[in-house]
């Protein structure tokens, strides 16, 4: 009976060690994943820090070797970008980081030697006329510059943040503005019949800030939010967001229920010092030609 007994016991201690063995060969390996990979299912206190201030919750990247010799994650600046969500009503998020230092200064060198005086779109022609609604310079990428490697990556990144395919865009303008400069609020979306038989109607408009130390030249929702914003030096109504390079503002011109959002209106604040650079890319409803 004693004899039984010790080899019960001895079972026992061996099935026991070897559980909590194969516990931590498991927690090891998990280890391993989350800091090749970013954990997919964040913790409670992640995700009460995702909830109370806004942010999407994204993969934590430890270990930026994982990502070297990836092209696809070096194009879409994977462990880069960061989302926030500023609005709902209309649908705003911020993308800090979107684009690096290096691609905001090469936007800029592309445009600097062929910037005009910027226009607004006419309704009855589609075509571009001058307004005093809108005091900045700008130009387009033209069709060969768009196949450039780094424009396509930039291209190819605005489509996947945004889920729009990378033909329903227009071409990328590139803007400055200077000191008292400014774009008087408008919306984006088209209101004539006109401008929607090429690809229809605008549905959502991404915008990089390309430089920085600028002062004012904030953009302006004033249909968003419920309190007051700094827009130009003066408290205003609604919600504005700060000029930082590299960064990009993602909002929609289109509800969820594929009506114009009248909330989606916006515009550029006076810049009180300094040169506020972006460049702007507009999505539509289908392809549009180059």
Known sequence: MAS?????????TFVTVGMIIGALFQLALIHKLEDSYGSKFPSFNRLHKIQSDGYLPLPRVSGVSHWVNDREAETLRIGHVKPEIVSWSPRIIVLHNFLSV???????ALASPRLQVSTVVDSKTGKGIKSNVRTSSGMFLNPDEREYPMVQAIEKRISVYSHVPVENGERLQILRYEKDQFYRPHHDYFSDTFNIKRGGQRVATMLMYLSDNVEGGETFFPGAGSGECTCGGKMVQGLSIKPNKGDAVLFWSMGLDGQSDPKSLHGGCEVLSGEKWSATKWMRQRSVAS
């Open 102 to 108: 290096e691609e905001c200064d090469y936007l800029r």
């Open 4 to 12: 039984a007994m010790k080899i019960v016991i001895g079972l026992l």
